[in-house]
């Protein structure tokens, strides 16, 4: 612990609450990570759901070494370009699952929601077709906070206090397809440009799709040739099983949003993989420019790391070992599921599940989700307050005795703080 006056403004936080009291991360090894007193602490969240190959890799580190040393950055703008940035492209083409891919990296998962979004719209007018402006999105989805992620957001509470936001997008319920066909008819489908989707939903709360839920979707999206356009930022590079987190139902997005596992955050990237035939208003005949990019696309360095990082997993088989750990992480939550305050185990499709509150405890007790958290923290296990649940994701490189520890200490400050 530590504490002392910051000047860092944290995200999401109660300044007023947390600027005193402050826990600071010294250093990281595999799924520990420690604080300054040198105690180990089970980072049950890889960070922010990205640590997927664990902390402390040396293969990152020397590949990320070697890059700065060689060219520690340029841009891709116009005919620049680098060779790890289009190796990396060439990589992620290859492996996602849409025919042709292009791919337009960014620094995070923010930029590549607005990347999209701005791409979706602007497909739909060099087809002669403006009007499809429309973005669809669903409750409880989160897709970052930029001007576009914001407008779609599916929790409220990310939306309020910043007057009109982007018009022409509309929220739909999150686990039923027809809610999804009835907005399309409302709207009508010539002024709807895409649909974004998480496949499982990450930050609002940890929702796995209710079964048929997502081939319905896609279904619906291809019949009103409305752009499907998958939010992987969470679910990528493993933490739902596949490269690009769609794979299992067979998806075949229009566009895949990646982030966070691509370089298991060793460094900031993301970026948007657009199907060939997408791609091909802008890439073909005469072409469009795309007016749009952000400043460290394609960071040699940055694309240094995800290549190192896409080497590890695929020596260590780390998607293989991510389908045998769904269910055992899910089962290891279930063992709070009959405590009196619990509502709900959510889980089991993907390396990621979470216990949500009752609503009437949390309205005896408001903070008995950062309590809860902070009662697992003190006994070793750092796992994710969001809204009324407790969240975890831990790195791939997990075993089955640390997820066993995780239950453990989950159950344990359930008891502490509830009784
Ligand atoms: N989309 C999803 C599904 C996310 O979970 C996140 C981040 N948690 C984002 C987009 C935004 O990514 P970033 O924080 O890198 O901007």
Redesign the pocket.
């Known amino acids: 612990m530590c504490s002392g006056s910051t000047r860092l403004w944290h995200p999401f936080a109660n300044m007023a609450e947390v600027k005193d009291d402050l826990f600071t991360v010294d250093r990281a090894e595999g799924v520990w990570v420690h604080d300054r007193a040198g105690r180990p602490y089970l980072d049950a969240t890889a960070g922010?759901?990205y640590c997927n190959v664990g902390h402390g890799r040396a293969e990152i580190v020397d590949a990320v070494t070697a890059q700065l040393r060689r060219l520690d950055s340029y841009p891709v703008f116009n005919d620049f370009t680098n060779e790890p940035a289009e190796q990396l492209a060439r990589r992620l083409s290859e492996l996602a699952p849409m025919a042709d891919a292009k791919i337009f990296l960014t620094s995070?998962?923010?930029?590549?929601?607005d990347t999209a979004a701005k791409l979706a719209r602007r497909y739909w007018a060099r087809r002669g077709m403006p009007g499809r402006t429309h973005i669809l999105s669903r409750r409880h989805?989160?897709?970052?906070?930029?001007g576009f992620?914001t407008s779609i957001a599916g929790i409220d509470t990310n939306r309020e206090g910043y007057g009109a936001l982007l018009a022409e997008t509309t929220r739909v319920a999150h686990d039923d397809a027809d809610d999804l066909r009835a907005a399309i008819d409302r709207l009508g489908a010539e002024n709807v440009a895409a649909f974004f989707c998480?496949p499982v939903i990450?930050?609002g709360g940890v929702r796995p799709p209710r079964p048929g839920y997502l081939e319905a979707v896609a279904k619906i999206c291809a019949e009103h040739e409305i752009l499907l356009v998958a939010?992987s930022?969470?679910g990528g590079f493993g933490r739902l099983g596949g490269w690009f987190g769609v794979e299992r139902w067979q998806w075949e997005p229009d566009m895949i949003?990646f982030?966070?596992g691509v370089t298991s955050g060793y460094l900031?990237l993301?970026g948007v993989a657009v199907a060939g035939r997408v791609a091909e208003v802008f890439w073909a005949g005469r072409g469009d420019r795309f007016p749009h990019g952000p400043t460290y696309a394609g960071h040699p360095t940055v694309a240094a790391a995800a290549l190192a990082n896409l080497d590890l997993m695929a020596q260590e088989k780390l998607l293989a070992r991510a389908d045998a750990l769904e269910t055992p992480l899910y089962q290891a939550l279930l063992r709070v599921r009959d405590h009196p305050a619990v509502a709900e185990v959510r889980g089991g499709v993907g390396v990621l599940a979470a216990v949500e509150l009752k609503a009437e405890v949390l309205a005896a007790n408001p903070d008995a989700v950062p309590r809860v958290h902070r009662a697992a923290r003190e006994r070793g296990v750092i796992v994710r307050p969001l809204g009324a649940s407790l969240a975890v994701s831990p790195p791939l490189t997990v075993t089955p005795e640390e997820i066993d520890l995780i239950g453990s200490a989950l159950a344990e400050a359930l008891i502490a703080v509830l009784g």
């Not at 995070?108 to 929601?113: A, E, F, K, L, P």
């Open positions: 922010l759901w995070g998962g923010g930029d590549s929601v989805s989160y897709h970052g906070t930029h992620g998480e990450g930050a939010d930022v969470i949003l982030a966070k900031p993301g």
